[in-house]
């Protein structure tokens, strides 16, 4: 795997726009990897991803923004976001006591499937201790009350800033995090909900799913806003049930489509595949 | 395809019921081909689908219900529906203009997929009379407004009854039933709508979809209530989308799980599969 | 929906092919409204498709082809070919006696969604010649027998020349084509094939997966080469199955996976998203 | 959770074996929970699951199989199994070096939705013994060789009757086990095999997936015999791939099939659900 930069660009579409950054790229020795745009014709934006090899590109890593902004970004209103894949995102993940999702992440992580660092695993509860510590990974035990909710979530995220945290994972975690810890990591929070969002939103979505009586049950992973449930969505995927599900099988069920649809959201996330915008997600898979 | 009889049956649960019905169908001489049951242990419920060969079956075909009731079902609170094979169900069709399920429906019809008898297509549009005609299928003009709502829908229902209609199928028909006409054909009207509900309801889902930006859409089938698209649901499935498609490409690509859902549901119940119990559906399958 | 011109392009890697062409696109005035490319790291290849208006484009449209070829095309070892969204490609269905995959393809067409003209429908029996009438469709009856497969093999081939036909859909033909006709009209014959290729290659593959036991069946679209059953894959869907499924439970789930996956690659090749590549297809969507 | 008694029968179909079974359970005062039978037409074959409580069951448990066998199943030609929901099967599980599906039995074991026990797990290679450990499991490093397959194969067989062992899971074990193996636990092997099976049969079949251009990978659970990738299927699925998946993008996405048909398989096994005969499976669920 060659040192590649990773620019993520949106702004109102307009003519010229791929070839302005394909020149970019291609006039400064970068070996362009992968490209690709998109356009959204109703609201007028344009989206693109792409990714070249550093090998030779005469800009060095550090200028490469300066540069962009200075010579087309800015003249075109662009939003970007540039990673380089040498740099492993630093992942937290928060849990409550269902450990499923964490045992998949920690799977992923091990193989090496999702690359990345874990500085921590923060919960309200200490049932996944264990869990953490088979993988090495420091356990942070959390304990959230009414009362004690703002002070533990303003340590917690000091303590984020220390660990120098990219992305937090939410593993079905139990607690919902004021707007202002949202704010502060927007876009960069993923939740696992278990329904197929827009529908159950809230509390107890498999009971009810099951009194609504559905054919099929769902999950959705989200970037987490301070509107519960209403986050940009990044993957859903359902499964189909019958009457003979009850309650705890759609929960069974429920699990096996809860953990691949909140992995596959940290896998784009770790390869800089996703730009939310408003409320929506363009996926460069 | 031998001549059956088609038991449903769903009483409050209690020991033995399996047994009462299948000795009452072997002590005289039929031969069960098919027998599925279910307890819902939450309600407390107890449904049962049982089909058998009537060849040698010593009770008369017109004397088994009332044999039915007296030795069984009235002493233990069972509610009861029975059917037989060599009887095909009578279906009229609603639509409007889309035609995509109108030609699914027609095509398996044609080929004997659909084991029924299609008495009259009802539209408020004349767009599908070709359609309706190429398959030679009486198609009815029955234009909607505010003003003839009612008495449309009068004059429909008393049409129906003397086409003798059992099952009623709304294939993309744009127009809202009365409570009236929902209760006259409780349980016997089928419709599909373009969301995964209770995603979506109403007017406009794909639109609605579009703009929470969802990265799936569906399909369900129901039967139809006075509680607009909160009738029991009789099957669900869903398609993946991307940030690429428009409201248009959802509208396309919705088509095809319309159609099949919708069809799906019918199959079901032209085959007697279906045992709708509150707001829920058991699918003996 | 602008006039557009639509490039795919496919040719050894090397860098600096995105920014050559999009600058020859850019350059020339032409709005680039969609780019993909695709680097096959194992074959060192490179593919692409890019869309652009050409409203304002400076190289006349029937200059286009020359000009490419002369400023990059021909330097860099590419293989291309150019479509205008303007010309609606001219499609030949061949049916045989079922007629799920017709009747799904036509009333597509009728409703627009298949972009295309369509100025045939050969088939070896006269049985669907009443649903080619209903769309106002010529139907030619073309028998084949053991001795005149050749001589009317050869006449189909004349009369589509006579006819421009740009690409040929099997919609369920029950005859194998020669190799001569394959090779005339290479990487343009669309077939659906009754299983998940490359399982159950060859006749019955309803019978043979009812006879493995499988828990799945499905349906797979192909390019036709002389090779049957072997060509490069467009587009594949499964169902799944149950042992309560019998031989013709099967063949009727299956229509619906053949229909939608011939369908999906009618559509891609329409809409010149298709990229063939030795025994596999690059599908930009 | 009662205690329940679960017979699973099949026989050559007759008239009245449903009555007779069920006679025979309400009778002697077993309160059935679930009862599901299917006869396979084309085989002349009849299948059963019946679950009854034992509560006020008055033949002993321990006698039940006895005056089954007298009253109903010698006189009928009936095959049956007779199991114990208080009963805990005992699974052992044989793995190599992959992990993701050793992992994902493992969490569904420790949150209690595979009801057993788990002796031992037994590797050809020493890396997974962190894993057994952490769930406290015994393992047991058994390396094989051309040389000392045979004895090892033997040797493990006695310590798995040693330790009682019910089922056998191959969790990505990448050794081939002997026929003599194989016999001795006759439906009682599950395997995962890496592909949608009969397609891509033995070694490297996501290679073979990627050379032949599939657009849809699977994986297959089926019960092993002497047969390589030919025993009965259990379970099945697949997932949509593209141009853009290379090789190990196949394995990425596989191993998300994999654990899920696997553990789909072990769940159906664990409750008793499966019967197989021939080279199929009824899966009663």
Known sequence: MPDCAILLIHCPDQPGLVALVTEFVHKNRGNILNLDQHVDNDLGHFFMRIEWELGEF?????KISEYFATLIGDAYGMHWQLEFSETKPRMAIFVSKASHCLYDILQRYAIGEFDCEIPAIV????????VAQRFDIPFHY???TKENKVVQEEKTA??????????????RYMQILSDDFCRRYEN??????????PAFKGARPYHNAFNRGVKIIGATSHYVTADLDEGPIIAQD????SHRDGVNDLKRIGRDVEKRVLSKAIYFQLQHRILPFGNRTIIFN
Not at 58 to 62: C, F, N
Not at 123 to 130: F, Y
Not at 158 to 166: G, P, S
Not at 188 to 197: G, P
């Open 188 to 197: 960069r929070i993923i939740n696992i909900h278990h329904s197929f969002l």
């Open 142 to 144: 959390c304990p959230i």
């Open 58 to 62: 005469t800009i060095p890593r550090g």
């Open 123 to 130: 919960s309200n509860h200490e049932s996944l201790r264990g």
């Open 238 to 241: 359902v499964a189909h049930v």
């Open 158 to 171: 000091m303590f984020f800033e220390e660990l120098r945290v990219d992305v937090i994972v939410l593993a």
